[in-house]
């Protein structure tokens, strides 16, 4: 193993005197150190250096939360299961939409109508493997209500037993929601 000292780096070192500010000289197994002096380096280079900031830490993405009626808007009896089951069956199926107008003496009533397929705000009510559609502007005058058949000898329709009517006509014909 042969060493080498460079003779000018140790003749400097003995010239001059040790201070803390100076150089030390290179260990005999180390090259030499090298120190630039401010007309050596780049502008950019003798600027101050800048930490980049932290990144940001991750942002968890949640699912957005699915809301589910726990109870139906409208119940349907057995009755009235049975006979939108035939209408379903029939050879033109279609659906049925319960909706609320402005008429008769006490103000609303009930209206049905036969659709292809459920509208935009429409409310869907499965139930027992039949559908029902609920007219969004009507949503909250039928909420809560029962719809049942009734046949008799002079007529057969839907009934509605709405726990929100607070007046109806003599009739039975409109109501009024409060």
């Known amino acids: 193993m042969s060493f080498h000292i460079d003779r000018r780096m140790m003749m400097s070192a003995v010239a ?3 201070s803390s500010t100076q150089p030390q000289p290179p ?4 090259p030499p150190i090298v120190v630039p002096d401010a007309t050596t380096l780049s502008s950019e280079a003798s600027s101050p ?3 980049a900031p932290p990144p940001k830490p991750p942002q968890v993405e949640r699912p957005k939360p699915q809301l589910k009626a726990t109870k139906a808007a409208l119940s349907v009896t057995p009755r009235g299961v049975q006979r939108l089951r035939s209408l379903l069956n029939g050879p033109t199926p279609q659906l049925i939409r319960i909706g609320v107008r402005n008429k008769g003496c ?5 209206h049905l109508e036969y659709v292809d397929k459920p509208g935009k705000f429409d409310e869907v009510v499965e139930q027992d493997g039949v559908k029902v559609l609920i ?6 005058s039928i909420i809560g209500s029962e719809m049942d058949w009734h046949e008799d000898r002079l007529s057969s329709k839907f009934v509605f037993k709405n726990p929100n009517i607070k007046d109806a006509c003599g009739c039975g014909e409109s109501f009024t929601v409060g």
């Open 135 to 140: 007219d969004s502007k009507a949503l909250f």
């Open 49 to 51: 250096q800048m930490a």
């Open 16 to 18: 001059r005197p040790s």
């Open 106 to 110: 006490a103000g609303m009533s009930y």
């Open 27 to 30: 260990l005999h197994d180390s």
